[in-house]
């Protein structure tokens, strides 16, 4: 019976983790063996105790209706007693001890449209960002471009082909809330035309010192235009990172023909073997073709499919490019090298060659 | 009118495929007037290629300063029901775990207040409640509280600290991640829901270094399991996945080893540990068989960030091994003396890592009391510009 | 001790501060504790009375938290003529 209560609850903070933990995990918790994927999707871990927990991973599509968890739920109750969580990339997995309710488990998630997989050396989940659906600064949608490229990339969800992880991630703006920046393949969407300053609201709308020292390369200073006090923008210093909108929203830089997706490569924060690593530009410029984009869908293809044919057993996309060099890369996946690939920011200079080890071609 | 459906003939588009789809998500909730009106409105950004959201300054419930994201249409004429369509953040328990009934709750809390339409789960880590009005903020609140869960945080605070599912089902959690996220999430409630803070300041916890939180990437402060002593290895088990013939020994998991500290003479493996750099891949490659060793902690890093503004960074060591062990006071020392500083020195929107840039690690160790090690550099300086300071004049002072 | 300022005032002091800059100049709150501690001294303010003081602001709702790219302290709505 619910106590009605006038108080007003603040920091109570999230609930604790622990009610939320089937009876297996409670008893062996901290006290796990080993583990292993049985299949893909399925992952069995064994407890010192020879306990067993089956976790079953299925796709989300992060974007959940009510009616979809209600859904989860019910699939939980009935096969798993009610236990389940979601997983950093966004897959549910349904949390088991019954190995005879795997099949029938996995055969009804596909029946409700969210197949299992995402395991091992494969392709789970595109970490994305709001894009079109809830964000002020979209360059491009991410539920769009992602849902065209899984379709596409599908085989390699449901099957474990590849040579290693191949993690993927969408964020719709250089703010990157899906912090890209270090994933095997990110897709990135781009403004690439300069601010229009609305200068009639801006007075009013924003505080002015706040603007100018939002720019990363002081292409921002104050200026009357009308008489009214306002900003302008050095065109030749924009590189179109949108913080100037974020802090004010008399500036824009919406649009819809030049706005678009950049393609990185060769990221990753797994420590295992070599060192995490930062995404590197592959593609500068892709265009937003809603509603299935495909060009990006395209590049993000053979991107994979050159990794799969080339890198060996283990190797994340940014270990393989290490070992072949990037010409190597730039010709296997036939992507033109442009002045937009040579770094021009702050610490531009560490990334320039300076060497002669360079793996020449013999002559033809 | 306001019952009209509208028509979505590119969103259409992208319910055919085997991945699942987005938008037969939102049709779920269309019964909603404000989902099929941003419904409406989506289709209007596909069709435009631009999006229709404005910036939201001012909605979040009484005292707190995050945990509600604004949003306003910029269409609002044409799609009223979705004019304001607010998020807000719910701090996920720790490692994300749920049951069912738990879960039902917060669908019918967002029935009865919102859109129906979540993230399972936003970038952070919260849940996400996507579309909402500002009078509905407040009664959604309450009835989150009284369910028993609280707002996530936003803006330059303290971001709601998540982490991976460590000891619940990994046996190479190497301390309890989610006690420690649960623990640091209550004890600094105030920094969460009340920005003091330049920016915002992500924490991470992960269990051990294949960072399945990417915290070295996406953490102000990154809290990263390993371990001291020796893998412990099964020979017989060693020899179990040779014969199974998976991968090649040699190729595949010796010469991997980033600093080659491995031998295989095919009968017997043998590690160097005291050259082993804890990168986890043999682990990997062979869980049966190799297990980190017992005496375990973390490593603490700093600094790491998106892009804006000063460049991307990834995070970097100042405390080489700590024991994780409760109350977890050392953590909390060394993140509040953190706090301290960057909230009187940095500048306004600068994150912990370009603040360390720009003051300089070494003054920034001295300023929170930690010694300078080896281990927080990938090598010494090269250039000769040293700010020397005069060491009589300390030692007089 | 008896001279070490209470709440209320530096509650009051920081409302006239906010409601000064408003519309002018965005306030974050360590600029207005900064501001405090100027105005009262060091002695007599410190950061921890700052932060009570801007949570009986906020929980009164005398103050409200806004956000433009960062967290700032300001009047609500109604308020702003």
Known sequence: MAVETKERRTDIGPPHYEQFLPPVIKKNYGKWKYHEIVKPGVLLTVAESGDKLYSVRAATPRLMSIESIRLFADIADEFCGGFLRFTSRNNVEFLLTDESKIDPLIARLKKEGYPVGGMGPSITNIVHTQGWVHCHSAASDASGVVKALMDELFPHFEKMDLPGKLRIAFACCLNMCGAVHCSDIAILGVHTRLPVVSHAKLGSMCEIPTTVASCPTGAIRPATVDGKPSVEVIAEQCMFCSNCFTVCPAISLSDAEKDGCSIWVGGKVSNARQEPMFSKLAIPYLPNNPPRWPEVVAAVKNLVEVYAKHARKFERMGEWIGRVGWPKFFELTGIPFTKYHIDDFTHAGESFKRSAHLRQKKGE | ?397 | MSDQVTVDEVADAMFELVSECYGKKNLKPMDVTKAMIQKFGEDKCSKQLCKEAIRKLMDSGRTIYSYVGGSYMTLPPPAAK
């Open chain 2, 1 to 397: 009118m306001a019952d009209q459906k509208r028509e979505t003939p590119r969103l259409d588009q992208l319910e055919s495929g085997p991945w699942p789809s987005f938008v037969k998500e939102l049709k779920k909730s269309r019964k909603n007037p404000m989902t099929e009106d941003l419904l409406g409105q989506l289709e209007r950004s596909y069709e435009d290629k631009v999006v229709h959201w404005k910036h939201g300054g001012l909605v979040g419930v009484k005292g707190y300063g995050g945990g509600v994201i604004g949003r306003y249409s910029d269409v609002a004429a044409e799609f009223p029901k979705c004019a304001e369509f607010h998020t807000m953040r719910i701090n996920q328990p720790a490692g994300w775990f749920y049951t069912s009934t738990v879960l039902r709750k917060i669908c019918d809390i967002w029935e009865k207040h919102g859109s129906g339409i979540t993230n399972m789960h936003g970038s952070t880590g919260d849940v996400i409640l996507l579309g909402t009005t500002t009078p509905e903020l407040e009664p959604t609140f309450q009835e989150l509280t009284a369910a028993g869960f609280d707002l996530g945080g936003s803006g330059s605070a303290m971001r709601t600290p998540s982490c991976c599912c460590g000891m619940s089902r990994c046996e190479w959690a190497l301390y309890d991640t989610m006690a420690l996220t649960h623990d640091l999430t209550m004890t600094f409630q105030d920094e969460m829901h009340r920005p003091a803070f330049p920016y915002k300041f992500k924490i991470k916890c992960s269990g051990c270094p294949n960072d399945c939180v990417a915290s070295i990437a996406r953490a102000d402060m990154s809290i990263i399991g390993t371990w001291r002593d020796d893998i412990r290895i099964d020979q017989d088990a060693v020899r179990a996945y040779v014969a199974a013939g998976t991968f090649d020994m040699s190729a595949d998991v010796v010469d991997r080893c980033p600093t080659r500290c491995m031998h295989w003479d095919g009968k017997k493996l043998g590690i160097d540990d005291s050259n082993c750099v804890k990168c986890m891949h043999c682990i990997n490659a062979m869980p049966k068989a190799l297990r980190p060793g017992t005496d375990r902690g973390a490593v603490i890093l700093i600094g790491s960030k998106a892009p804006i503004m000063g460049g991307a960074l990834l995070s970097s060591v100042i405390v080489p091994f700590l024991k994780i062990e409760t109350p977890y006071d050392d953590i909390k020392e060394v993140t509040q003396a953190i706090w301290d500083l960057w909230a009187e020195h940095g500048k306004n929107r600068e994150r912990v890592g370009e603040f360390i840039q720009r003051i300089g690690l070494g003054s920034f160790l001295e300023q929170i009391g930690l010694e300078p090690c080896p281990e927080m550099v990938m090598q010494p300086r090269t250039n000769p510009y040293i700010f020397y300071e005069d060491e009589s004049e300390n030692a007089e002072g």
